[in-house]
Each structure stands twice: as structure tokens, then as C-alpha cells.
Nanobody, 125 residues
Framework: QVQLAESGGGSVQAGGSLRLSCGVS????????MAWFRQAPGKEREFVAA????????VYTDSVKGRFILSRDNIKKELSLQMNTATPEDAAVYYC??????????????????WGPGTPVLVSA
């Protein structure tokens, strides 16, 4: 059973930075495509960023390009999202997702089998 656990959420002032992490435990596969999604109150879940197993393919949603940095450490089994220049529009619950069947980073949440419980991010103006 694969388990994902997010950490690092909290409050940040607009313009500030926050680093989210997601740890992977359990399961047999070692080659997961991983991603971050977020859901703001009253809105649908949206894609934020995804990364291939090797890390050579990373995709971002347009609204975070140039501000967020996605990375992974396969030895530590950890995914990280460095959030810079936060805006109130970044406030949401952030979810880590993973899938062992994908061969490349995907923006489609339906393609990810495993999800973490989420970590909230609040951005104050």
C-alpha cells in the first residue's frame, strides 16, 4: 500500500516563500511519476506541477511558472515544491499525487492512483 504524506503547509505573506514536501512510503514500485495539485475553497482541484521519475521532465501550470520549483529526491523518496513570490491566488489545500503506471509527467489528476491527505497553504495579503 503506497502512502503519501505532505508537510510544510502553513501561512505565508504575499510575496513570501514556502516549501512543501511529500514523502512516499510502502508499495513495490520505485518509479513513480509525481505531481502536486491544489484545491481552493469553492473551486475545483487544479494541476500545479508534475515530474517524471528521472526528473528530466517537469511541467507547470502557467500561473506558477517562474515562481514555483518542483524537485524530487528518489533516494529519500521525497517530492518538494518550492513556492516563491506567493500570491493570494496560491492559497489552497495542496495535494501530492503519484502513479507507477505513467511514463511521463501528466497534468490529469485522473491518471494518478495515489494521493496524500493534503496540506493547507494560506497566503495573507
Amino acid at each position: 500500500q503506497v502512502q503519501l504524506a505532505e508537510s510544510g503547509g502553513g501561512s505565508v505573506q504575499a510575496g513570501g516563500s514556502l516549501r512543501l514536501s511529500c514523502g512516499v512510503s510502502g508499495g513495490r514500485s520505485r518509479t513513480y511519476v509525481m505531481a502536486w495539485f491544489r484545491q481552493a475553497p469553492g473551486k475545483e482541484r487544479e494541476f500545479v506541477a508534475a515530474i517524471s521519475w528521472s526528473g528530466d521532465s517537469i511541467v507547470y501550470t502557467d500561473s506558477v511558472k517562474g515562481r514555483f520549483i518542483l524537485s524530487r529526491d528518489n533516494i529519500k523518496k521525497e517530492l518538494s515544491l518550492q513556492m516563491n513570490t506567493a500570491t493570494p491566488e496560491d492559497a489552497a489545500v495542496y495535494y501530492c499525487a503519484a502513479d507507477s503506471s505513467l511514463v511521463k509527467a501528466s497534468r490529469d489528476g485522473k491518471e494518478y492512483e495515489y494521493w496524500g491527505p493534503g496540506t493547507p497553504v494560506l497566503v495573507s495579503a
